[in-house]
């Protein structure tokens, strides 16, 4: 375990933003972030935990607390069955997966972060999301005080949620559970309409398993999404809004306003359309690459807010209030950022 005071905390997430933390952690082992944990609860002190950094937006004054940094480490696959530590780096997993021959996780490939995000978040893209693999949760439970399994049944998954990210001061993850595939070297079937063209398939069809997954890391790629130091496209915290799920009567009214624009819709559950946030951002006039300060939309990307080197988090933020403030106002729809927010709000 290491400890450091006044830290730095900029150098920790992707969008490289944010000031110091009072007392940063890091922790190599599930005993040593069950005791940090345990020594921050106990002593009144407040606690922000981090893996990859990848998914969060700190103020510009930093955590008057603790930090606790999981750096744990573990792989191990019994048949399909493979269990993660909390601070395995996720792409580096799902690249290990593929070449053990398994799916189930191939299409969230290149997504930044560590896996012990993944459930919070229930991490998903091109129509693949943890939620449908992940079996069980070990975390430790800061309420009970002690550590708990959770079967993936209970872990509450819907669209960008889970129990974990609507508790977020209770469960720390320690560790993450899965049940892949093993389908003769080919992938899961192709849900996503983009790979599937781009793969030169139909829907639902199975494409080699590693093709798929580098197809998905090229897609990544070409919207900034592959973490690469030297291209400020990929300093983002990734999608900064959540596609907006809207009951019949919002979505009548949002067609209402569109008028001949084609809006997208996509079926989500009895009552619901989800649509699409970069549609919305797009056709409310922000395009790729908008903003004329140190923080702009990425010229690859409508959906990722971007630092381009000298940016602070409110720098960040206005840029965010005003592509929110501008789809509202085209369109009567309201933003949610995908990010977790540390000491700001939008």
């Given at each position: 375990m290491i400890e450091q005071m006044d830290a730095p905390l900029a150098p920790l997430t992707t969008l490289r933003l944010g000031g110091p933390a009072r007392r940063l952690v890091t922790a190599e082992t599930d005993a040593e972030v069950v005791a940090t944990v345990r020594a921050a609860d106990r002593a009144g002190e407040p606690l922000l935990v981090i893996g990859g950094g990848s998914n969060l937006v700190i103020s510009d004054a930093g955590f008057p607390g603790t930090v606790l940094r999981i750096a744990t480490t573990g792989f191990t696959l019994d048949g399909a069955l493979l269990e993660l530590a909390a601070g395995e780096v996720w792409s580096d997993a799902v690249a290990r997966t593929v070449d053990a021959g398994l799916a189930g996780i191939e299409f969230l490939a290149g997504i930044p972060g560590s896996a012990g995000a993944t459930p919070v978040q229930n991490v998903g893209a091109y129509g693949q999301e943890v939620a449908e693999t992940i079996t069980e949760v070990v975390a430790f439970d800061r309420l009970l005080d002690e550590t708990v399994t959770l079967a993936g049944s209970d872990c509450a998954f819907s669209y960008r949620h889970s129990r974990f990210k609507a508790d977020p001061d209770r469960y720390v993850v320690l560790r993450v559970r899965f049940r892949l595939a093993d389908e003769g070297g080919l992938s899961s079937p192709v849900k996503y309409a983009e790979?599937?063209?781009?793969?030169?398939?139909?829907?639902?069809?199975?494409?080699?398993?590693?093709?798929?997954?580098?197809?998905?890391?090229?897609?990544?790629?070409?919207?900034?999404?592959?973490?690469?130091?030297?291209?400020?496209?990929?300093?983002?915290?990734?999608?900064?809004?959540?596609?907006?799920?809207?009951?019949?009567?919002?979505?009548?009214?949002?067609?209402?306003?569109?008028?001949?624009?084609?809006?997208?819709?996509?079926?989500?559950?009895?009552?619901?359309?989800?649509?699409?946030?970069?549609?919305?951002?797009?056709?409310?006039?922000?395009?790729?690459?908008?903003?004329?300060?140190?923080?702009?939309?990425?010229?690859?990307h409508t959906l990722a807010l971007t630092n381009r080197g000298s940016a602070t988090t409110e720098d960040l933020l206005a840029l965010a209030r005003e592509v929110r403030d501008g789809v509202r106002a085209a369109f009567g729809v309201d933003l949610v950022n995908e990010p977790v927010m540390v000491g700001v709000s939008l």
């Open positions: 790979v599937a063209r781009s793969l030169g398939v139909e829907a639902e069809q199975r494409v080699k398993l590693a093709e798929a997954h580098a197809e998905v890391l090229r897609l990544r790629a070409g919207k900034g999404m592959v973490l690469d130091p030297a291209d400020h496209d990929t300093w983002s915290a990734g999608s900064f809004f959540t596609n907006p799920v809207l009951t019949d009567a919002q979505f009548a009214d949002f067609t209402a306003k569109v008028g001949e624009l084609k809006a997208p819709g996509y079926p989500a559950g009895e009552g619901r359309t989800k649509t699409s946030a970069a549609w919305l951002i797009d056709n409310a006039g922000f395009r790729k690459g908008h903003g004329a300060g140190p923080a702009t939309l990425s010229t690859k």
